[in-house]
């Protein structure tokens, strides 16, 4: 049997912006809220209805602060109520610019989930 | 005709005396102490009178608490006075950040946002959010005085935003994005370096901190480091912080390039330059590794940190 995966890919520089922003929307322009909501999280779901992978590229931009981060990807958790285990089987990072970037992503990623858990438990 | 003082007003003013050397890095104790008196007048609504005749020294932070505070007391309408620097070349200076020209001609209102340009390449910035944009626009033309190209430099983008981050999240005891973040970016052509100011008139960190209800990620987390550590100096304090000892505390987990401590670490990876720091009663210099237990108490953030050849940057368009 062959199974066929279609790699997604989402630019961050260019399908949303080259100066990323703060956390929230009421804090500044491009925000991570803003990306989460409006375009990782529409691809996301694309990617999940197909069977695909999404690709999320962080090269391109400015830089990045740490809320942006930590609200588009620990975001999908706390606030879009995804697993870690289904966003690990769907997202893939890239980043030949800042490699550490993706480091830092998983870390807020398994950060909320410990929180969800946490939360679920109580 | 040359004027002596800026301007004559009938109403009695409150003389504050400027140090002699208007310098946040070289004199933080007296420049704090400056700080504090005017906040005083503008806290009160009291009409100021600066006096800037004695001043031998000014740098680009100077020029950024000068220009950020007459602003201030311009936009609540409170008169703001004062004479001119006697030694010719502190009055250029001054002129070359436009100050005379913004004291006399433009009218500030109480407003989210400012944007004064000065001959001399000192542009300086005043906003309550967050602005990337901003940031990146900074950049690119900080890196064409660097390299003589556009280049982007993360480091100093994150730094950025930390910063605007910071002021808009923690610099207002009653609510977020309250107080105005001030941005000053000088440019040394000659020298192929970029200077930023960065500075708010919140409460500063330590204020901040200690003031965090329950409810809040920080709550007693100063506390528990003081314990830890056995130290309730606020200078060693400042060095766990840049270390990302709190973030270890309030969150039991490492510390991962958030706030302060992502400026520090962008110090540390050469992303940036000559840091400098004055928070509360604390001062620090990376250039000395100093970190200083101040006799005046400044109530906000002072940053200040430099973008020069030897940092590490990517291509403008990759």
């Given at each position: 049997m062959?199974?066929?995966?279609?790699?997604?890919?989402l630019?961050?520089?260019?399908d949303?912006t080259?100066?990323?922003?703060p956390?929230?929307?009421s804090?500044g322009?491009?925000?991570?809220?803003v990306?989460?909501r409006?375009?990782?999280?529409?691809?996301?779901?694309?990617?999940?209805?197909?069977?695909?992978?999404?690709?999320?590229?962080?090269?391109?931009?400015?830089?990045?602060?740490?809320?942006?981060?930590?609200?588009?990807?620990?975001?999908l958790?706390?606030?879009?109520?995804l697993?870690?285990a289904t966003?690990?089987s769907?997202?893939?990072?890239e980043?030949?610019e800042?490699p550490?970037?993706i480091?830092?992503?998983?870390?807020?990623?398994?950060?909320?989930?410990?929180?969800?858990i946490?939360?679920a438990k109580? | 005709?040359?004027?002596?003082?800026f301007?004559?007003?009938?109403?009695?003013?409150t003389?504050?005396?400027?140090?002699?050397?208007?310098?946040?890095?070289?004199?933080?104790e007296?420049v704090c102490?400056?700080?504090?008196?005017?906040?005083?007048?503008?806290?009160?609504?009291?009409?100021?009178?600066?006096?800037?005749?004695?001043?031998?020294?000014?740098?680009?932070?100077?020029?950024?608490?000068?220009?950020?505070?007459?602003?201030?007391?311009?936009?609540?309408?409170?008169?703001?006075?004062?004479?001119?620097?006697?030694?010719?070349?502190i009055h250029?200076?001054?002129?070359d950040?436009?100050?005379?020209d913004?004291?006399?001609?433009?009218?500030?209102?109480d407003?989210?946002?400012?944007?004064l340009t000065?001959?001399n390449?000192?542009?300086?910035h005043?906003?309550?959010?967050?602005?990337s944009?901003?940031?990146?626009?900074?950049?690119?033309?900080?890196s064409?005085?660097?390299?003589?190209?556009?280049?982007?430099?993360r480091?100093?983008?994150?730094?950025?935003?930390?910063?605007?981050?910071?002021?808009?999240?923690?610099?207002?005891l009653?609510?977020?994005g309250?107080k105005h973040w001030?941005l000053?970016?000088?440019h040394l052509?000659?020298?192929?370096r970029?200077?930023?100011?960065?500075v708010d008139?919140?409460?500063?960190?330590?204020?901040?901190?200690?003031?965090?209800?329950?409810?809040?990620?920080?709550?007693?987390?100063?506390?528990?480091?003081?314990?830890?550590?056995?130290t309730?100096?606020?200078?060693e304090?400042?060095?766990?912080?840049?270390?990302?000892?709190l973030?270890?505390?309030?969150?039991?987990?490492?510390?991962?390039?958030?706030?302060?401590?992502?400026i520090?670490?962008?110090?540390?990876?050469?992303?940036i330059s000559?840091?400098?720091m004055v928070t509360?009663?604390?001062?620090?210099?990376?250039?000395?590794?100093?970190?200083r237990?101040?006799?005046?108490?400044?109530?906000?953030?002072f940053?200040?940190?430099?973008?020069?050849?030897?940092?590490?940057?990517?291509?403008?368009?990759?």
């Open positions: 062959i199974i066929q995966v279609f790699l997604m890919l630019n961050i520089a260019s949303f080259t100066a990323p922003g956390r929230y929307d804090e322009k491009f925000s991570g809220e990306f989460r409006d375009v990782l999280l529409p691809k996301l779901n694309e990617a999940l209805q197909k069977k695909d992978v999404l690709t999320v590229c962080l090269d391109g931009t400015a830089g990045y602060g740490t809320s942006f981060l930590e609200e588009s990807f620990g975001g958790i706390r606030e879009d109520k697993t870690l966003l690990n769907v997202l893939k990072f980043s030949e800042e550490e970037l480091t830092e992503i998983r870390e807020y990623m398994t950060d909320a989930e410990s929180e969800r946490k939360e109580a | 005709m040359i004027r002596h003082r301007e004559h007003l009938p109403i009695p003013l003389t504050v005396r400027a140090p002699h050397h208007l310098n946040f890095v070289r004199n933080p007296e102490r400056f700080i504090a008196q005017l906040r005083e007048c503008f806290d009160k609504r009291k009409p100021v009178f600066v006096h800037l005749k004695d001043v031998e020294e000014i740098d680009y932070d100077g020029i950024t608490v000068l220009l950020s505070v007459m602003v201030r007391f311009r936009a609540k309408k409170i008169p703001f006075n004062g004479n001119f620097p006697r030694d010719p070349e250029q200076l001054l002129k950040s436009d100050f005379f913004h004291l006399y001609y433009s009218d500030f209102s407003t989210d946002t400012y944007e000065g001959k390449s000192i542009l300086t005043a906003m309550r959010r967050v602005d944009v901003l940031g990146e626009r900074i950049i690119k033309a900080a064409q005085t660097v390299w003589g190209e556009p280049r982007r430099c480091g100093v983008q994150r730094t950025l935003i930390e910063l605007m981050q910071n002021t808009n999240n923690h610099a207002s009653e609510r977020e309250e001030w000053s970016v000088k052509q000659e020298e192929n970029v200077a930023f100011s960065f008139y919140g409460v500063g960190v330590f204020q901040s901190l200690k003031s965090k209800t329950q409810s809040k990620k920080w709550f007693g987390a100063l506390d528990y480091l003081k314990a830890l550590f056995s309730t100096d606020n200078a304090l400042l060095r766990l912080i840049f270390n990302g000892e973030h270890k505390t309030a969150s039991g987990k490492p510390y991962r390039g958030k706030g302060l401590p992502g520090y670490e962008a110090l540390l990876k050469n992303k000559n840091l400098s509360n009663d604390v001062f620090f210099n990376s250039e000395s590794n100093e970190y237990t101040l006799l005046n108490n400044f109530e906000g953030t940053i200040y940190w430099e973008l020069c050849l030897d940092n590490s940057s990517l291509p403008y368009a990759p």
